[in-house]
């Protein structure tokens, strides 16, 4: 099910209020190769969005568009009654949106409760090295980091956790931008089963509270499980999106997956 933009006179290039972030034909290539090649995608507002594709279809150079960590070649992104096509990293968090990265990213000799810190602009580098926290973000950091279950490790530093726990912080520290749109690159990469049931359930809880997500993930039954509405990427461009019924009975989708 999909939506076309509002083409009402007067209005400005937004999004329908189902769409959450539309692309329109975006490009990438690096070199020779194009990682993503014209994508025209819709996520919806208030579902969890998952995002599929064999390994190199182009995944993670979508989000680093979307999210501005790289510019396009061409097309655009609108989220919402904007375009953030050109918007830097910074500026596009601002806008609402958070993300973790495929490989996670935390600052190893910092501890869980400073790594949340830094997570925040509004906390100076200095103030963190003297010492001195705001209070309100040191209560916001402690309430995210019982919400995904490692408050008892505040004051470990973030080499000494595992890496499951590693991507629990990651996840906890985008929250301290409360990011409207929450978008996961491989949330269960290397991580063992029961922290995979962890993690479904409060993305599912966070979009019961009104939070979108997109999740790019690798393992299938964790996809067609959790999300309301499944796109699937091949050489950098979906080839088929719906819910994960239709989706995953798709002969394009087979194809792709199984090659037959
Ligand atoms: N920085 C880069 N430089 C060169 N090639 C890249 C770069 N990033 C990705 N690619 C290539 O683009 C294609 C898509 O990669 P990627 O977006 O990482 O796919 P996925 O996340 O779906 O596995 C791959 O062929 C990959 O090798
Ligand atoms: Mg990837």
Same mark, same amino acid.
């Given at each position: 099910m999909s939506t076309s933009p509002s083409t009402s006179p007067g209005t400005s290039p937004g999004t329908s209020p189902s769409t959450s972030l539309r692309t329109e034909g975006l490009?990438? *290539?690096?070199?020779?190769?194009?990682?993503?090649?014209?994508?025209?995608?819709?996520?919806?507002?208030?579902k969890i969005n998952g995002l599929i594709g064999p390994n190199g279809s182009g995944k993670t150079t979508f989000f680093n568009l979307v999210t501005g960590m790289i510019r396009p070649d061409s097309g655009r992104t609108l989220y919402g009654d904007r375009e953030i096509t050109r918007y830097s990293p910074h500026r596009i968090a601002h806008a609402g949106l958070g993300r973790t990265f495929q490989l996670c990213r935390v600052f190893p000799r910092m501890t869980v409760l400073e790594?949340?810190?830094? *997570? #925040?602009?509004?906390?100076?580098?200095?103030?963190?090295?003297?010492?001195?926290?705001?209070?309100g973000e040191v209560e916001r950091a402690r309430h995210w980091l019982r919400r995904v279950g490692i408050d008892h490790l505040e004051h470990a530093e973030a080499r000494n956790l595992s890496y499951g726990q590693q991507k629990l912080l990651e996840l906890a520290a985008v929250f301290m931008g409360d990011p409207e749109l929450v978008l996961l690159d491989e949330p269960a990469g290397g991580v063992n089963p029961a922290l995979i049931e962890r993690i479904v359930t409060l993305v599912r809880e966070l979009n019961q509270e009104g939070r979108t997500f997109l999740v790019v993930e690798h393992n299938m039954d964790m #996809?067609?499980?959790?999300?309301?509405?499944?796109? #699937?990427?091949?050489?950098? *461009? /979906?080839? *088929?999106?719906? /819910? /994960?019924? #239709?989706?995953?009975?798709d002969p394009r989708v087979l194809e792709a997956y199984l090659g037959v």
């Open positions: 490009t990438k *290539a690096f070199g020779g190769v194009t990682a993503v090649n014209g994508a025209t995608v819709e996520l919806l507002h208030g790594n949340m810190l830094v *997570a #925040v602009r509004r906390t100076r580098l200095r103030e963190l090295l003297a010492g001195s926290h705001d209070r #996809v067609m499980g959790m999300c309301d509405h499944v796109i #699937v990427f091949d050489r950098g *461009a /979906p080839i *088929a999106a719906g /819910p /994960p019924a #239709v989706v995953q009975n």
